[in-house]
């Protein structure tokens, strides 16, 4: 009886099948090419143990390369900031110093303020005699000229010290944008606060010396207007 097509093919591939399966299972496990005995399952292994050994060099590698970028992280970090501004900073603080320091006649100290309104701008030194009030009315518009002078100067060297301080502030801000690790950024942020307590110190400066000379202004006016009171009653007293 003739099978159909169909059935035949599959009948066909059935049989190859079961020909090749018993092929593989007779096989030997072992076989020799000219005299080299070759082992499939044995050099598969091997494959598979160098591929293992492969992977955890790879594996080591790459921690070697995480830990090598850390050190280098924190190389960065640790490195300082290669500007420094703290000796200029120093220096303008110094000069508004000496400038303060050269106040004229009445100093910037308690006791020396206190002794010479005790005899310039009260009590006896508005009621000696008319030498003793002129020579006294004297000193007094001595040392508001003095005082404004004073703070004229203080002024003088507080705008001098802008220019530079535009300078340090744009070399500073430059190195903070370009720092290279934590470090250098807050040292960078340090001198800028630096640069901003300089500044106040400035201010502070010019302040108390326009306030001193306001002060030693109002003082002699209120002088004055005691002058006036004791010659008035002098005069009167005389007639």
């Known amino acids: 009886m003739k099978l159909p097509p169909i059935r035949r ?50 594996n080591q590698i790459t921690q070697i390369q995480s830990q090598a970028s850390s050190l280098i992280n924190e190389a960065r970090n640790l490195a300082n900031l290669p500007l420094s501004t ?14 303060l320091g050269e106040a004229q006649r009445i100093a910037w100290d308690v006791q020396d303020i206190q002794q010479t309104f005790n005899g310039r701008y009260r009590g006896a030194g508005l009621t000696g005699t008319n030498a003793q009030m002129i020579a006294n009315a004297d000193a007094r518009w001595e040392d508001s000229v003095g005082a404004f002078q004073d703070a004229l100067k203080v002024q003088a060297g507080v705008v001098g010290n802008i220019d530079g301080a535009r300078t340090t502030m744009n070399s500073l801000v430059t190195a903070s944008q370009s720092a290279t690790g934590a470090l250098q950024a807050a040292q960078a942020g340090n001198q800028l606060l630096a640069l901003q307590s300089q500044q106040l110190a400035d201010l ?36």
């Open 86 to 99: 703290v000796d200029t900073l120093q220096q303008q603080v110094r000069q508004t110093q000496q400038l």
């Open 204 to 239: 502070t400066a010019a302040v108390a010396a326009q306030g001193r000379a306001q002060a030693l202004d109002a003082a002699r006016q209120t002088a004055i207007e005691a002058e006036g009171r004791e010659r008035f009653r002098r005069f009167f007293g005389r007639n």
């Open 9 to 58: 093919a599959l009948m066909i591939g059935v049989l190859t099948t079961s020909a090749v399966i018993g092929i593989a299972a007779t096989t030997p496990a072992h076989a020799q090419f000219g005299g080299v005995v070759y082992d499939p399952t044995n050099y598969a292994q091997n494959v598979l143990t160098a591929a293992r050994s492969l992977q955890q060099i790879n």
